[in-house]
């Protein structure tokens, strides 16, 4: 089975902060996402990747950044963490377009 | 632009049916859908594409409306395995991204 994996479950931040959400894929997949996840609203995507070094905006990408230098791993950055960032992040891949995504467990970001 | 889902919340004892909908303002090429349970990550269920498709997995099945730009979700006989929050997640042209709704949450109860 596909496996992705957050490094972290729970984050306790500063407000200003520069933080680093880390992602990794051990099945070659060309797609990764990020999503933050609030109640009521459903998954909202921040940024996804088809290829290394190739990113793509999605519906809220202000505040966060991303980088893709290796095909397995997909980090998500705050660039300086505000409390309205607090939240559930959950990183996802497919292997192309037209398939199912798989999700990694999330990281629940709490920003003080 | 999310899909709306509909209802927002169900409660269903044990052995009843449940209906849940997407519906989209825009053209789709595809439809997903994924169930979490509390505390766990998405799981995918199934993709159904466009030119109107029905699509089965065990007693949860799904259909494709293109004319309508709606799908649903069928879930019978509910199990308590079932509970959970159901999304479907929309993809406008092949190689978009998903865009999800809200999120509906089922609970079955013994």
């Known amino acids: 089975d596909v496996k992705v994996t957050q490094s972290s479950r729970y984050l306790v931040k500063r407000t200003g902060e520069k933080v680093f959400l880390e992602c990794v894929q051990d099945m070659d997949h060309e797609n990764m996402f990020w999503y933050r996840q609030d109640p009521g609203l459903g998954l909202r995507l921040i940024y996804f990747?088809?290829?290394?070094?190739?990113?793509e905006k999605g519906d809220i990408p202000e505040g966060y950044s991303v980088s893709r230098e290796k095909k397995e791993r997909f980090s998500l950055i705050l660039e300086s963490a505000s409390t309205n960032q607090t939240s559930m992040y959950l990183c996802?891949?497919?292997?192309?377009?037209?398939?199912?995504?798989?999700f990694g467990s999330g990281t629940r970001l709490t920003v003080v | 632009q999310q899909p709306v889902q509909s209802p927002q919340a169900v409660i269903l004892r044990e052995g009843e049916d449940a209906v849940i909908n997407c519906s989209s303002s825009k053209a789709l090429y595809s439809v997903h859908w994924y169930r979490q349970k509390h505390g766990e990550a998405p799981v995918f269920l199934m993709i159904?594409?466009?030119?109107?498709e029905q699509k089965g997995h065990d007693k949860i099945s799904a259909s494709f409306n293109e004319k309508k730009q709606q799908s649903s979700l069928y879930l019978t006989a509910s199990q308590l395995s079932y509970s959970g929050t159901y999304f479907c997640g929309t993809e406008r042209n092949a190689g978009n991204m998903l865009t999800f709704g809200g999120g509906t949450r089922l609970m079955v109860k013994p």
């Open positions: 996802a891949s497919s292997l192309v377009y037209g398939y199912g995504y798989t």
């Open positions: 990747s088809y290829d290394v070094k190739m990113k």
């Open positions: 159904l594409l466009k030119g109107g």
